[in-house]
Nanobody, 122 residues
Framework: QVQLVESGGGLVQAGDSLRLTCAAS????????MGWFRQAPGKEREIVAA????????YYEDSVNGRFTISRDNTKNTVSLQMNSLKPEDTAVYYC???????????????WGQGTQVTVSS
């Protein structure tokens, strides 16, 4: 499995932007579908965005489509989530995760980072 470490979270105001980055260890990063998930207090973990191994396929959850952009750099073993026009309802712990096939189901992702907190104040 790939080891994942997220960074870039913080406290921002509504309308601001943040960029999350997930760094992966190991030589097999390019073999993984990568996803960003979030979990708000009292809610289930949900997928935010996913990107296939070479970036040919990308998925966005409806509420972030047009505001968030997922990207990856297989030469640097990183996947990023650019978040623009943030809203208070985007407040959550954000996780990156890897899966060995194209999927958007959290259950199919076997490698998870520790998470980074994003708080958006109104």
């Amino acid at each position: 499995q790939v080891q994942l470490v997220e960074s870039g979270g913080g406290l921002v105001q509504a309308g601001d932007s943040l960029r999350l980055t997930c760094a992966a260890s190991g030589r097999t990063f390019s073999r993984y579908t990568m996803g960003w998930f979030r979990q708000a207090p009292g809610k289930e973990r949900e997928i935010v965005a996913a990107i296939s191994r070479r970036g040919a396929s990308i998925y966005y959850e409806d509420s972030v489509n047009g505001r968030f952009t997922i990207s990856r750099d297989n030469t640097k073993n990183t996947v990023s989530l650019q978040m623009n026009s943030l809203k208070p309802e985007d407040t959550a712990v954000y996780y990156c995760a890897g899966a060995t096939e194209w999927t958007t189901s959290p259950a199919a992702f076997g490698s998870w980072g520790q998470g980074t907190q994003v708080t958006v104040s109104s």
